[in-house]
Every structure is written in C-alpha cells, then in structure tokens.
C-alpha cells in the first residue's frame, strides 16, 4: 500500500507563486509516473502535470511556461512549482502516482488565488 501526502497549498495573490510536495510512503517497487491534477467544484479532475519514469514531462495548455514539475526518486517526492498564479489556477490540487495495474491518489491540497 502507497500514501501520498500533499502539503504547500494555501492562499496567494494573484502573480504569486507556490510549491507543491507530494512525498509517497509505503511499499511500491520501481519508478511510477507521478503528476499533479486539480478539480474545482462541479468539474471533473483535470491534468495539470505529469513526468514519467525518464523525467519527461507533460503540461495542460493552461499552465504551460508557469508551472514545472519535478521529481526527487530517492525520496519518492514530486514537486510543482507554481508561478504567475492567476485566479483561474484556484483548485483542490491532487498528487498522482501509477503505473501497470495501479493507481494511488493523495487526499488534495487547496490552492486558492486572490485577485
């Protein structure tokens, strides 16, 4: 079984920035995907983020240039790095990990940008 444990969300004005952890404990050999989704109220979860087992990298459109995932695999922690925040970034921000057979999710972070 795998945790992942969300922690750098809160409240930031607009231009801000913010740094999301997402450190995963317990028993999962090898190197997973990892990402960052998020989901407002009435949405569906949408991809922010995601790299891969050799480091590459995926962004939705709307965070491409602002955002910047990264990983530390001897810690089993992923990273976003939030930057030009802007009001339409505010969201319940979860980590993802998986792979063949598997899918863990963490318990969600709020992020909430003031204009």
């Known amino acids: 079984q795998v945790h992942l444990v969300e922690s750098g969300g809160g409240l930031v004005q607009a231009g801000g920035s913010l740094r999301l952890s997402c450190a995963a404990s317990?028993?999962?050999?090898?190197?997973?995907?990892m990402g960052w989704y998020r989901q407002t109220p009435g949405n569906q979860r949408e991809l922010v983020a995601t790299?891969?087992?050799?480091?590459?990298?995926n962004y939705a459109d709307s965070v491409q240039g602002r955002f910047t995932i990264a990983r530390e695999t001897a810690k089993n922690t992923v990273y976003l790095q939030m930057d030009s925040l802007k009001p339409e970034d505010t969201a319940v921000y979860y980590c993802?990990?998986?792979?063949?057979?598997?899918?863990?999710w963490g318990q969600g972070t709020q992020v909430t940008v003031s204009s």
């Open positions: 993802k990990r998986w792979g063949t057979g598997y899918t863990y």
């Open positions: 317990g028993t999962h050999y090898g190197i997973s995907d």
């Open positions: 790299i891969d087992s050799t480091g590459t990298t």
